[in-house]
């Protein structure tokens, strides 16, 4: 089975505040379904209080990322399943409860992970 990150950015969830414990309950419902499906791997969202550091191979850290993955906020779920078609099911699930359009991409298969 090939491991698929669904995702969006904070800026597509354009949801009226008042809205907001709706999306999120029926996030945490699409979270459960995946789970009781046996397919979910991890996912959350990025906190975006807390900025982003980079640790060089030195183990220096730093302040700052990659120019370009400077907008990598939003939310995140890693699914385990067996089809493309079935990451397409999935991230039309969670694009309903979030109420935004999801992004989907393959992880390359790594026999060791």
Known sequence: MTKYLISF????MEVPEAELPAVADAAHAVVQAAKDAGVWVF???????????????????????YPQTSQIEGGYSVLELPSYEAALEWAAKIAAACRCAQEVRAFQYDPAS
């Open 9 to 12: 950015p904070s800026a597509a």
């Open 43 to 65: 996912g959350g969202g990025i906190n975006e209080s807390v900025p982003p550091v980079m640790v060089d191979a030195d183990g220096t850290a730093r302040e700052g990322t």
